[in-house]
């Protein structure tokens, strides 16, 4: 089998370790792989991450090289233009297998219209999609819940994998092939790090959110809701382990000052430097409004360390036992956020107790070789169903071009002779399943 893997590939991106992770696998299995770096722009400049596979710039692949090299193509999609530009651009002429990492995908969408000259062109996909455009100036929150644009990275594709079942339905019901849900590997988030100390009832405790600061991770509410609570902020010192733009880091000092909240914010830090700041932490804040991810590496790298989790219940979060994390309802207000803080903070016995029981559910659920084995037989299933998504494309052009809709009789016939014409493949069926724009 010969796959073509279309990734960011430089040593800043989580997708990129993730992708490195995975296909270096599948290669160890014998399939041949080969490595298309999908950033444009700066990002191509990047360095790149080491590997002994064959790497080239998405940029020199056409579709015919495409499809006369490889039996197909993963692509591995997030939400940042620059890290997958020249990946959207190949989908759109050559459809594969789509890993989405997130379930919001609008902003890779607006960077490639802006970038092709089309800036109106998401919200006409966004009529074609959900029957209305975005309303003017509609608030991130209500954009996520409406209208992520998962559906139009999931159509573009002829199979895809999502990493948790809440946005699955989302994938499924606007891919052409098969959607495959699959846990994503843990292994490159155990970073070795030590089991929490043991604290003291007056021991200062280092609370954290980790990775890059973005206004979903309510770094601001996590704030507040220390600073409202005096014995909190007379013990707890809250670290963003990760990097925060102007002015948004501006706003976090300022408003921990003023709530008397000692707050640190660490910076970009190497992965030796990241592994050592939480080795010094006690609790880990995952809070996410609204949860954007398919997982969260985040979580898994807490988990992983045996740190005591606060987590909003929604999502991939939900998806973690109650008793291995603390969990606050998704919209819960400030004072939710202290009384879970508090829990982890002021009962330590039993949140180090937790921590070592959440990492070992994360090492039996989240394996590389349940991952790879789930992704190669998604390969295997749309390889042999290539010839009938052929055919569903021709078709689906040919009816658009005549001006048919979707319940035109002669559509429903052709369906029917598909699946009779391709009844000895693994794709019998696959017409009436996943392909409605033929029905």
């Known amino acids: 089998m010969r796959i073509a893997w279309v990734t960011p590939w430089h040593d800043r991106s989580s997708i990129a370790a993730d992708s490195k992770l995975i296909a270096e696998a599948m290669a160890a299995r014998g399939i041949e792989m080969a490595i298309l770096r999908a950033e444009i722009g700066d990002a191509a400049n990047l360095p790149a991450r080491p590997t002994d596979l064959p790497i080239y710039p998405a940029g020199f692949a056409t579709r015919e090289w495409l499809r006369d090299e490889f039996d197909t193509v993963i692509y591995s999609l997030g939400d940042h233009y620059l890290y997958h530009g020249d990946a959207i651009r190949l989908m759109r002429v050559h459809p594969g297998i789509t890993v989405i990492h997130d379930v919001w995908v609008a902003g890779v969408v607006r960077g490639w219209a802006v970038s092709s000259g089309a800036p109106s062109f998401p919200a006409t996909a966004a009529t074609l999609l959900y029957g209305a455009p975005p309303p003017a100036a509609a608030p991130i929150e209500w954009l996520f819940a409406n209208q992520p644009m998962t559906e139009w990275a999931a159509s573009l594709s002829v199979g895809a994998v999502v990493h948790s079942m809440h946005y699955e339905p989302r994938v499924r019901a606007a891919c052409s092939g098969p959607v495959s849900v699959l846990r994503i590997p843990a292994e490159r988030h155990d970073l070795g790090i030590p089991a929490p100390r043991r604290r003291g009832p007056n021991d200062p405790v280092v609370i954290a959110t ?3 600061i973005h206004p979903y991770k309510i770094v601001s509410e996590i704030i507040q809701a220390i600073g409202a609570s005096p014995r909190l902020r007379a013990l707890c010192q809250y670290r963003l382990i990760g990097s925060a733009d102007e002015p948004l880091r501006s706003e976090l000092l300022e408003l921990a000052g003023r709530l008397g909240v000692a707050l640190d914010i660490s910076g970009f830090l190497s992965d030796a430097d990241f592994a050592a700041a939480i080795a010094e932490t006690d609790v880990v804040c995952c809070l996410r409004r609204p949860i954007m991810e398919g997982t969260s590496g985040s979580m898994l790298t807490a988990l992983l360390a045996s740190r005591p989790t606060l987590v909003c219940d929604g999502g991939a979060y939900a998806e973690v036992p109650d008793k291995l994390v603390a969990k606050i309802p998704p919209e819960a207000p400030g004072d939710a956020i202290t009384a879970g803080l508090e829990r982890l903070v002021f009962a330590p016995d039993a949140a180090r107790e937790m921590g070592a029981r959440a990492r070992q559910w994360v090492l039996d659920s989240y394996s590389l070789e349940d991952y790879v084995s789930g992704l190669i037989a998604l390969a295997q299933q749309v390889i042999s169903r290539a010839p009938l998504a052929d055919v569903a494309r021709y078709v689906t052009t040919q009816a ?11 559509l429903a016939r052709i369906a029917a002779e598909a699946d009779c014409l391709f009844a000895d493949s693994d794709a019998n069926g ?8 033929l029905r």
């Not at 658009?400 to 002669?410: E, N, Y």
């Not at 696959?430 to 724009?437: I, L, S």
């Open 210 to 212: 980790l990775g890059n």
């Open 400 to 410: 658009r071009l005549l001006g048919l809709s979707p319940s035109d009789p002669a």
């Open 430 to 437: 696959w017409v009436e399943t996943h392909t409605p724009h």
